[in-house]
């Protein structure tokens, strides 16, 4: 049995949540806690596989008992978040002082439609509950040192990082202009240590697909703006590939290249409707693969699925290459897994270092 702890200060949320997860046999909601501070109680005490924690909550709030339980027994937690943007900017801090992933809630003046993240919520809480674990406390405590609510961290799941020279741009001109990537599950966490790695005079366009509701990315390219030397925003109509920028796609639609007579144009769509997840790495590395071909790098992070297998099988046929991130660095190994079962992968790379293997194979 998967042990749950929910920690929610709305009597409806906790009920709502563990009646859901109550659903599935190989889930045991053991607790429920109103605020952080009885949250921490009900983990010590029942030693929970998995916690969900809302953010906005009396006495202690959630990134404060986040931060206890990193420091004083890590686990897998998942946030429950509001669709706001505020609710994303405090969604983003979790996500950079461990939390797992975040669960979106939809708030109304008249309902709260909780119901509809039932199979997201189920199927987020045994993954992360399969992963083993493994947190380094003396990494987390100097982070948290550095900067007590919002620091940079690996994400729960991620082995403790390793000492290492910053990534080199190999000498000579690169053979590859546009970086594809596709992310979902932990996806924040390893998305910002790749591109926060990358030189300013990094000499490719990268463009990402990572599932998020759309209230999220555009705090998510703005925070990355700010920590990264490349620059970072969410793409919008009329946006061209340049080197050293990189864009997000849109939450809620997809991120399109379209090969132009002299240029790389970046387009908005809703097409295809029926894809499972808006935005879509299929859909953004299938474009990639018809607009520049060979000229690109296609990169699987972690993330639950395989959501990105087709679009890099058609990158790979038209002469592109491809990495994927190791099971041992991934919060979920579903997606880049997915490429290297299916030998589309040229390299399977630890996250801490996917930039240095980004820059090699842009001139391979």
Do not use: W
């Not at 509809?116 to 987390?140: Q, T």
């Not at 007590?148 to 190999?170: D, F, N, V, W, Y």
């Amino acid at each position: 049995m998967i042990k749950v702890v929910v920690v929610d200060d709305s009597a409806f949320m906790r009920k709502a949540i563990s009646t859901m997860l109550s659903k599935d046999p190989e889930i045991d909601v053991v607790a429920t806690a109103r605020d952080g501070e009885e949250g921490l109680e009900m983990i010590r005490k029942h030693n929970p596989d998995v916690v969900t924690m809302d953010i906005e909550m009396p006495r202690m709030d959630g990134l404060t008992a986040l931060r206890h339980i990193m420091m004083e027994m890590p686990r897998p937690v998942l946030m429950i978040s509001s669709l706001t943007n505020e609710g994303a900017e405090a969604t983003l801090k979790a996500l950079d002082l461990g939390a797992v992933d975040f669960i979106p809630k939809q708030l109304s003046k008249v309902s709260l439609d909780i119901v509809k993240i039932e199979a997201n919520l189920i199927a987020k809480v045994k993954i992360v509950a399969s992963r083993k674990m493994m947190h380094s406390r003396s990494r987390l405590t100097a982070a948290m040192a550095r900067a007590p609510i919002c620091t940079p961290s690996t994400a729960p799941c991620a082995p403790p990082g390793r000492p290492s020279a910053p990534p080199t741009l190999p000498s000579g001109s690169p053979k590859r202009d546009v970086v594809a990537i596709g992310v979902s599950t932990g996806g924040p966490p390893a998305v910002q240590k790749v591109l926060a790695a990358l030189p300013a005079d990094f000499p490719a366009s990268i463009v990402i697909a990572q599932h998020m509701p759309q209230a999220f990315t555009g705090p998510f390219a703005k925070r990355l703006d700010g920590l990264c030397k490349i620059s970072v925003k969410e793409a919008e109509p009329g946006d061209r590939l340049k080197p050293g920028c990189c864009f997000i796609a849109p939450g809620g639609r997809h991120l399109v290249l379209k090969q132009m007579i002299s240029r790389v144009d970046l387009l908005i769509s809703e097409e295809p409707a029926s894809a499972l997840y808006k935005p879509s790495a299929n859909v953004l590395i299938g474009s990639v693969a018809d607009a520049v071909g060979r000229r690109a790098l296609g990169v699987i992070l972690t993330g639950m699925g395989n959501d990105g297998m087709e679009g890099i099988r058609a990158l790979k046929q038209k002469g592109g290459r491809a990495l994927a991130q190791s099971d041992a660095s991934c919060v979920v190994y579903g997606m880049p897994k997915a490429i290297v079962d299916a030998g589309l992968s040229d390299e399977i790379v630890d996250i801490d270092d996917m930039a240095q293997a980004i820059m090699n194979n842009l001139y391979m």
